[in-house]
């Protein structure tokens, strides 16, 4: 990119780099504030879990039975190693996704501009800023052109301030915005040093809101836990009162708190989220929250700009108005002489590096028809895009003092400030509709002749002269039908917030297959409705045009005030109010200023709308397969409390069938099976035809509950039936652990399986690919023959080996206690009815596509 700046700005060389680095360190506010894995293991250790067994592994030590000890400490290793592997994968995932949304800065160094992570800015580099980036750290200005900076982040005052070098105030500081025009500023301070760093160190203090679910969840931990408390201490008590024995008392109370404590969930959530937020990484979509992953499955409105979202953001210039001659030119005849003074003031209207698609059509085409004179100009003041409707004017001189004015925007806007008759504005005002209804988008451009320096405060009190219009096809993207269609048959609203006229985006909405039967509103109307009917006008408006950001900002609180969940895309700066304000801020990687994409909390690399499908789709999967893992995990608690409980208090001939030992086996293979196997879980198939859940919803609503509970209370009926069986039929202690003992692994297999979908078959569940939960299911089977079969094994665990007779019993009673689940399943499909299939059917395609993302 061409920058114009001074050539004597050389900036630091590589040995006065090192010197800069090794005396102030690099651009971070907390490089101390990194967990390490001493820290990881810390918080491990604070774990309920962890502490119940290390208390189990003393009281076996004391009564020496030093066997159950070291399984006891293998036990606890195994768990650690767990947790840890775990938070681990989860911190490398969030540390990539930091080092992906961190900004570029542009520093010059050995007389070459470069672009380098904001991180590695230095004291001394001279950097550059320019309109809709960010300032990352404290300097001095050495350098500007019409630089103007919203220093609200410190200040609080939202007005920009014009700076140079000669101002009385010529610094800049981190963690403000570039308005308008370009500064070079020579970096005094960077990190701790800034203003902004001393106020980031009380902000690192400041703990991080809890999502609702995270919420949810911690309460439904603490409750268990509090139940365990109390369980544990009624069963010592009762133990005690009838055994006298304090060691066998503590040791069945400890087994059945273990029992009761679900640690896995907090775990399984941490884990879903992080890998979550990593995954959409690898598709181009950059969460900066991992907590953002939960709402996104909840979004019920997507309100999207129009260009460069649902359109290719090409802006090929179709066609020039010139008023002069009252003509109409297409491309071929843009050499023309008629045009000369169009197309020259068309392109000094535009930025002299241009960001903007529009504009670097502008300069193209100047350079391909007129002389070229641009390096003989310098542009010395500019006023930049404001007014509703908007429009800019710069103001350019060469050394002969020869001014150029130029004023381009929105055709009302120009109309507005020139000279020129009612009929031909009439006539101006017709012809831009007539190309709207064609989906074209058209700027007006004006002239203006002003002597002296006394420039008026606001572009809208020069005296223009109107010259005509350039008008612009963006076509709508290939295939943007398509994704509208996922949108809607996902149950989401689409809303097109943009600064361009009704007409032009009624006709790309139509042309894009947007839904709309209503009529668009405008930002001037919009902003003067009463709360009420904003809202209710936010609701049930399709098109929003001739957008500005008090009105985007306001649309936005309007929709959340309805209790929609909001995603906003935008990429300008004047999209950073709403896309702060959203449920969802989502900006645009590529087109994106560096101040929406540090207001939004998801950044699109590549400015495809369809990403955001898969976001949403990732959120549904993520949402879903935590429920699926908590929902797993009360079933399966369950057997394994009333098991440990009920021939303890009924007074059966065995009461402690299971002690610690199994207890912690059991734990070890529910750990990874819900916080590794089901995280791995594809997407359903009808996962994205089902409507966004409400944000405010319950995780677990009563009958979802409801269903786990019946399942747990009735693998427990099918493993204490087994229980019965055994002692019945003369078996003894040991026999009846071993029966029982197969009964719940066999049970809490079959139960990973059926519950991978709560309304598809376990056969349907197949298709789905998950290779974790199969090699896991192996891993279990083959430990448990070894427990039943292998004799140290068997003698450690207590048991004795089953015959093929009595093995398949066991496997039988687990099969109908779980499978039973099927029927239900197979009924809620009927009752659903055919809509749903034939919805299902229809998408099938995508659902495969959707799977092997996920």
Not at 552 to 580: F, R
């Amino acid at each position: 990119m061409y920058y114009n700046i001074p050539g004597n700005l050389k900036g630091l060389t590589e040995n006065e780099l090192k010197q800069s680095r090794a005396q102030s360190g690099y651009n971070e506010i907390d490089a101390s504030g990194k967990s390490t894995w001493l820290n990881m293991l810390a918080d491990i250790f604070k774990e309920p879990m962890l502490i119940l067994l290390i208390v189990v592994s003393l009281i076996y030590l004391v009564t020496g039975n030093y066997g159950e000890a070291i399984f006891m400490l293998s036990a606890i290793v195994i768990v650690s190693a767990i947790s840890f592997y775990q938070d681990n994968r989860s911190k490398k995932a969030l540390e990539e996704l930091e080092k992906l949304s961190e900004p570029l800065s542009t520093v010059i160094r050995d007389s070459k501009i470069i672009k380098i992570p904001t991180y590695e800015i230095a004291v001394g580099d001279l950097c550059i800023t320019e309109e809709g980036k960010a300032i990352n750290a404290d300097g001095t200005i050495i350098h500007s052109n019409d630089f103007s900076v919203n220093e609200s982040a410190l200040t609080g005052e939202s007005f920009s301030v014009f700076k140079d070098s000669a101002s009385e105030d010529n610094k800049v500081y981190s963690g403000t915005i570039t308005v308008s025009g370009l500064a070079v500023f020579k970096v005094e301070k960077i990190g701790k040093q800034t203003r902004i760093g001393n106020i980031g160190e009380s902000i690192l203090t400041i703990k991080e809101e809890s999502s609702p679910l995270q919420i949810q969840i911690r309460s439904f931990v603490k409750l268990m836990a509090i139940i365990g408390i109390i369980v544990f201490l009624m069963i010592c008590v009762i133990s005690f009162y009838h055994s006298r024995n304090l060691v066998a008392s503590l040791l069945n109370g400890l087994t059945l708190a273990m029992s009761i404590l679900p640690e896995e969930i907090p775990v399984a959530f941490t884990t879903f989220m992080a890998l979550g937020a990593w995954k959409l990484m690898r598709d181009g979509i950059i969460i900066k929250r991992s907590s953002v992953v939960e709402t996104l499955g909840s979004t019920t409105v997507i309100c999207t700009d129009k260009t460069g979202t649902i359109t290719e953001n090409s802006m090929k210039l179709k066609l020039l108005y010139d008023f002069k001659t009252d003509q109409t030119f297409d491309e071929h005849a843009f050499g023309d002489a008629n045009l000369q003074e169009l197309i020259t003031y068309a392109m000094w209207s535009s930025e002299p590096v241009p960001f903007d698609p529009m504009e670097k059509t502008l300069h193209e085409v100047y350079e391909k028809t007129q002389h070229d004179v641009r390096r003989d100009y310098t542009l010395f003041r500019e006023y930049p895009l404001d007014g509703k409707p908007p429009m800019m004017t710069h103001l350019f001189e060469n050394n002969a003092k020869q001014r150029i004015i130029a004023a381009k925007g929105a055709p009302e806007a120009i109309l507005n400030v020139c000279s020129i008759a009612d009929d031909k504005r009439s006539s101006v005002i017709n012809l831009v509709k007539d190309f709207g209804r064609q989906g074209y988008r058209t700027l007006g451009v004006a002239s203006c002749n002003f002597e002296g320096n006394n420039f008026p405060a606001r572009q809208q009190d020069f005296e223009f002269n109107f010259l005509g219009l350039v008008v612009f096809y963006d076509p709508p993207k290939e295939g943007i039908k398509n994704v509208f269609r996922q949108i809607y048959d996902a149950g989401i609203k689409v809303k097109v917030i943009t600064g361009d006229n009704a007409d032009t985006t009624n006709a790309i909405a139509l042309q894009a297959g947007i839904i709309n039967n209503t009529e668009a509103v405008n930002g001037n109307d919009l902003i003067e409705l009463s709360d009420e009917e904003l809202q209710n006008r936010s609701e049930n408006t399709i098109l929003f045009t001739r957008m500005f950001p008090a009105a985007k900002l306001a649309v936005v609180n309007a929709l959340k005030s309805k209790n929609e969940v909001v995603a906003m895309l935008g990429d300008g700066v004047n999209d950073a109010p709403a896309l702060k304000a959203a449920h969802i801020g989502v900006a645009m990687g590529n087109k994106g200023t560096e101040i929406a994409k540090a207001a939004a909390s998801l950044v699109i690399t590549n400015d495809d709308l369809e990403k955001l499908i898969i976001g949403i789709a990732a959120g549904r999967r993520i949402y879903a397969n935590i429920k699926k893992a908590v929902q797993y995990i009360i079933s399966i608690h369950i057997p394994i409390i009333l098991t440990v409980s009920l021939p303890l208090f009924l007074g059966w001939i065995f009461p402690q069938v299971f002690t610690p030992v199994h207890v912690i086996f059991l734990e070890l293979v529910m750990g990874p099976t819900c916080s590794i196997v089901y995280e791995n879980e594809p997407i359903e198939k009808n996962a994205m035809l089902q409507p966004p859940r409400p944000i405010t919803a319950t995780f677990l609503n009563w009958r979802e509950l409801t269903i786990s509970i019946i399942q747990g209370i009735v693998i427990t009926i099918g493993v204490l039936f087994v229980y019965q069986f055994t002692v019945q039929n003369g078996g003894n202690e040991e026999k009846t652990r071993g029966m029982v003992f197969s009964t719940l692994i066999f049970a809490n297999i079959l139960l990973s399986f059926v519950n991978r979908s709560f309304y598809y078959s376990i056969f349907e569940s197949f298709k789905n690919r998950n290779l974790l939960l199969h090699t896991i299911t192996i891993i279990i089977l083959v430990l448990l023959f070894a427990i039943l079969y292998i004799n140290p094994i068997s003698n450690f665990f207590k048991v004795d080996r089953l015959s093929f007779k009595e093995i398949s019993i066991a496997f039988l009673s687990a099969s109908l206690s779980v499978l039973w689940f099927e029927v239900y399943k197979s009924v809620k499909r009927i009752r659903q009815g055919n809509g749903t299939g034939a919805a299902v059917k229809v998408d099938d395609h995508k659902s495969r596509e959707l799977s092997s993302r996920f």
